[in-house]
């Protein structure tokens, strides 16, 4: 095998732009990635490029070269940074690159300078120094349960007859260097038959039989070496057992809803799996057996590293990653045609019985090991949003998904008619979905709720976008109810904060949008546009307090009972009462305070062996008072909150305090909450973005538990 030099020219040109934001701003690498010439030769170019406040993924598919040795094609797609299309104005849009690459004394590039234009007009120039002959650099960690035996090489003139080209001893590292992908193996000394980096991590961790998926992805956080839910440039490869199903060599299994953050971060080899024992018995002898056995777990492991890169199986249908990632899906049909089996590469197929052969010889034999040009064409040119362990999900970011025919509509509205916020004041929009298809729909139950059905992106004008990662994640069952055709389902949505943070915090402007799973495809909302005031007066003081991570969390999922918590944010809450910020977090703590609630204590009994206890905790009514009921009783001041939190939103803290003062009998106080919320939606001067029936539905629901209330007083 090649021992990873690309070409002569091929690879990785990295530049800076210019830093903006003041001294602690990051300062953003530019990058080239041409493909020119080497082992798999494309012809084509790519890169990230920074233009004032707007971050730019192109790509050149085919460039063309002219006598002086310049290279020159059309940019044929243009996205952000997580592959979303772009918007720019047709005179500054860029159309053509123009590429010159210098080379060294010997023979290494030193230098390319690119000069982009829109439309035949100069628009920018870049210089960017050679920085590597790999477009992508990943750290592999190995750990192998005790044992058993790490496979990293193959070495293809152990079976008889040679199935392909006499290719010599085929390692792992070498095939991902010859893709353009740098993958650093440790030595062998750093990974054996005991896991690494600790000699106590024996075999028997837990029953070691065989493994779930959520117990691949517990060991791995547990395992890892500096683990962490974000991108770091690594991968985690575990050779262990064999998973809870058989004829299963292999799986990267950090996606879906084992875990709820960064994905494609882990993998594993299932080394005694059902089809690896049946290769070594079906072979002639047991020396062609054991040889035959090492290949498929090579060919597995390549394989599902190679998942955690977004590459996917042929069968697989793209989702998301267009224009990056594209290939006419194959059918698992046992008897494909000639011009599928030409294509066989390392993800035509996980293995050759499921391909349909009977001799897994026959696969091997029409199956090469190196990667289809379309994953080259991903993983040299893609984002690396998309491309990188730990960033996109699985089968792609879904961002640069265009709507589907799914017969559905997706709006993402604000609760007021400027699109404008304070400062300090989290911003809640309103999702809205309709059945345009003209007839019933099926969608599932809670499709709002159900946060793996739902992707949100924010961007703030000049950054990167980032994918919303809520608190918490809610699953529900996969039951479907009927959606009637021109039926309107709305609800509130959270944006401001989650697991990384505060997303919208600093003054300026933002852009959402939403994408959402459903039974017949995807569909993607528009992108609504908002912007957040600048500072007031006596604003520094506060935000220190305000976005933190515990605010962040009260708001978000319905307040604390935390005493020192409480006496701090009920003061901060009243003291800034007129303050656009302060019902959000008014209404959260007065939930909290107003229904009985359970607190998970330090326990000394040591006779039960209890560490900790339940303390129950009394409805408190007297500070409720201070927070809830001038903000629910007055018409006035139920109209100016809703416009902050969403009239969405406010019915649910409606229904919630009701039921709640109802149970300390409190009835009458109940039923106000109902009858001002009530007129409130009713009046003329409600909003005309509240739709018929969801004011129908909302005024039935309440009426409902007015009735209920009214006859128990």
């Known amino acids: ?36 010439d080497g082992l798999h030769p494309s012809i084509s170019a790519s890169g990230f490029l920074k233009l004032g406040n707007t971050d730019i993924c192109w790509y050149a598919p085919r460039l063309i070269r002219a006598d002086t040795g310049e290279f020159s094609g059309k940019i044929e797609h243009l996205t952000t940074l997580q592959g979303s299309p772009l918007q ?20 290494i590039p030193d230098f390319a300078d690119v000069r982009f234009l829109a439309t035949g007009v100069l628009k920018e120039t870049r210089h960017f120094p050679y920085a590597s002959p790999y477009f992508r650099e990943i750290e592999l960690e190995i750990d192998v349960l005790d044992g058993l035996e790490p496979i990293l090489d193959f070495d293809n003139n152990s079976i008889q007859p040679v199935t ?6 085929l390692t792992l590292k070498d095939i991902y260097q010859n893709a353009g992908i740098n993958v650093k193996v440790p030595p062998p000394l750093e990974f054996g038959r005991i896991a690494i980096g600790d000699a106590t991590r024996a075999a028997a961790e837990g029953d070691a039989g065989t493994w779930s998926k ?22 985690w490869l575990f050779f262990t057992t064999r998973y809870e199903k058989s004829q299963q060599p292999g799986m990267m299994f950090d996606f879906g809803a084992a875990d709820f953050g960064a994905q494609r971060q882990g993998a594993a080899v299932f080394l005694d799996d059902e ?3 049946k290769y070594e018995q079906q072979a002639a002898n047991p020396l062609q057996g054991k040889a035959k056995r090492r290949r498929e777990a090579f060919f597995t492991a390549v394989h599902e590293v190679g998942h955690c890169f977004n590459l996917l199986d042929k069968w697989q249908p793209v989702n998301g990653a267009e224009p990056w990632l594209k290939h006419t899906p194959l059918s698992r049909n046992p008897n494909p045609p000639e011009d599928a089996k030409e294509k066989l590469r390392f993800f035509s197929l996980m293995s050759p019985v499921r391909f349909g052969s009977s001799d897994p010889n026959q696969f091997f034999s029409e199956c090469r090991f190196e990667f289809a040009d379309d994953d080259l064409q991903f993983v040299h040119h893609a984002p690396s949003f998309l491309v ?22 997706l709006k993402v509205t604000g609760f007021r008619s400027r699109k404008e916020y304070a400062f300090l004041e989290p911003p809640i929009l309103q999702l809205r979905l309709k059945n345009i298809s003209g007839e019933r729909k099926q969608i599932p139950d809670g499709i709002f709720r159900d946060d793996l059905l739902m992707r949100i992106f924010i961007t703030k004008r000049g950054e990167q976008s980032k994918l919303y990662r809520p608190y918490v994640r809610h699953c529900f069952p996969s039951t479907l109810k009927p959606m009637e055709n021109r039926e309107v389902i709305t609800e509130s949505l959270w944006i401001a904060s989650g697991l990384d943070g505060w997303y919208v915090r600093d003054p300026g402007d933002y852009s959402v949008f939403v994408i959402l799973h459903l039974p017949d495809g995807m569909v993607k909302s528009n992108t609504f546009e908002f912007s957040v005031r600048e500072r007031e007066p006596g604003d520094k003081a506060i935000e220190e307090r305000w976005f933190t991570d515990e605010v962040g969390r009260i708001i978000r999922l319905g307040g604390t009972r935390d005493p020192d918590l409480l006496y701090e944010l009920v003061h901060l809450a009243l003291r800034y009462g007129k303050r656009p910020f302060a019902p959000h977090l008014a209404l959260a703590l007065g939930v909290a305070l107003a229904k009985k609630y359970k607190v998970l204590e330090s326990s000394q009994d040591k006779e039960k062996n209890q560490r900790f206890q339940l303390k129950p905790l009394a409805a408190e009514l007297e500070p409720c008072q201070d927070l809830v009921l001038p903000s629910l009783i007055e018409a006035s001041q139920v109209e100016r909150i809703a416009k902050s939190i969403g009239h969405v939103r406010l019915k649910r803290y409606v229904i919630e305090l009701a039921n709640a003062y109802a149970d300390e009998y409190k009835i009458n106080d109940s039923i106000r909450f109902i009858e001002t919320f009530q007129s409130v939606i009713q009046s003329p001067e409600a909003p005309k973005y509240l739709h018929r029936c969801w004011i129908e539905t909302a005024l039935k629901e309440t009426g409902e538990l007015k009735a209920t209330l009214t006859s128990k007083k």
Request: aromatic share 4%; hydrophobic share 40%; no cysteine.
């Open 214 to 235: 959520a117990e691949l992805h517990q060991a791995m956080q547990k395992w890892q070496k500096d683990f962490r839910d974000t991108a770091q440039g690594k991968i």
């Open 388 to 409: 990188e362990p730990g960033g996109a999900a699985f089968r792609g970011s879904q961002a640069g998904a265009e709507p589907d025919s799914s017969g559905f509509k």
């Open 88 to 107: 720019m104005s047709q005179g500054d849009k860029l159309t053509e690159v123009e590429i010159a690459v210098s080379l060294q004394m010997n023979g």
């Open 1 to 36: 095998m090649s021992n990873g030099r690309l070409a002569s020219i091929s690879g990785l040109y990295r530049a800076h732009a210019q830093a903006s934001g003041g001294a602690n701003a990051t300062v953003t690498p530019e990058e080239l990635r041409l493909a020119i």
């Open 164 to 169: 392909i080209d006499d290719l010599g001893i």
């Open 275 to 277: 089809l690896l024992q």
